[in-house]
């Protein structure tokens, strides 16, 4: 296999929440920034991996995948939360969980309060107790977002059109992340879920398994594909117990109605190294060539790498390599869709060494 195409857009930029917001006195960091993005685009292109522009596929297939409400939400949330008086960042405060009303509650369509209709966090904890319990996350809303997440989208979609002209693999350098997005909903720094979109669109060519090596569980796109029988879903993450989402991502999952058995989670403990890991991930691609999908999609988390700083693994730059060769044996073409990973100064080797593990693989 040649060099790998990897799809990236500079209007990633354009979504660039403060690195930190105050909370009272507290203040919490936002590692979900531009420089993430930038780090691997220049590493991979060094290792000699062309860049390919993303083309425009229209709103069609973010819509199979998300919402009407949702994608309308997103797109003028910020400019309507400016009008009203709001600061820069928008972060709601307020959330419709379930029991808070009779009948399960309502759009409040406007106002203060929407923003918590559709988004289920503010600053997601994610940092394990070994990591001194460093404050989380939040996932703001500021001018550019709908726009960069626009463009994510059409990066994994643009990707998915090379792997279904004909590329054994292509990379999607998407940005922001997007597996924590599910069908009506936004938070974990995601706001569209980009390997589900990509995946719905490569359905078309058949079954697909989508194997998430992030850190911490999809629960967007274990919601998206629950009941459909033609999407495999698998995903290796940290125990939920102790780490983002929390309340998604055990064994029990497996999927719903005709989708039953079509979801798997593996959680695994705080520590695991490449030895651990490439055994789980043994134990993934096992039940993903069961399925014999036409397609594999990974959503690809550099959070797992030891020196991540919202992650709790031990996962090695070494380790990224034989995890490459591990989803290439699959025998599959193959989408890499860029998710979380927040240790700067090892993103673009940590990415190198994924992709000559899938080439060489």
Known sequence: MGPMPVVASDAH??????????????????????????????????????????????????????????????????????????????????????????????????????????????????????????????????????????????VALTAADLVADGAPAAYALCRPPGHHAGPGYYGGFCLLNNAAIAARALGRLGRVAVVDVDFHHGNGTQDIFWEDPEVLYVSLHGDPAGHYPHFTGAADE??????????????????????????????????????????LVVSAGFDTFAGDPIGAFAVTTEGFGRIGAALAAAGRPTLVVQEGGYALDALGANAVALLAGIQGG
Request: glycine share 14%; aromatic share 8%; proline share 11%.
């Open 13 to 154: 930029r354009e979504h660039d929440p403060p690195y930190e917001v105050n909370y009272g006195e507290v203040v919490r960091p936002v590692y979900e920034r531009p420089e993430r993005a930038e780090r691997v685009r220049d590493a991979l292109a060094a290792a000699g991996h062309p860049l390919v522009e993303p083309r425009q596929h229209g709103t069609a297939p973010v819509l199979a995948v998300h919402e009407p409400a949702l994608v309308e939400f997103l797109e003028g949330a910020w400019p309507a939360w400016r009008a009203a008086g709001g600061p820069e960042a928008l972060i709601p405060d307020t959330f419709a969980i379930p029991g808070l009303a009779r009948g399960g509650g309502r759009d409040p369509g406007g106002g203060v309060g929407r923003p918590g209709w559709f988004c289920f966090d503010t600053a997601t904890s994610g940092v394990a107790v070994s990591k001194q319990n460093q404050p989380g996350r939040p996932t703001p809303l500021v001018a550019g977002s709908f726009g960069a997440a626009a463009a994510a989208a059409e």
């Open 254 to 295: 497996a999927g719903g109605g005709p989708g039953r058995g079509a979801t798997r989670n593996l959680s695994l403990p705080d520590g695991t190294g490449d030895d651990a890991y490439l055994e789980a991930l043994a134990e993934a691609m096992a039940l993903v060539a069961a399925f014999d999908p036409a397609t």
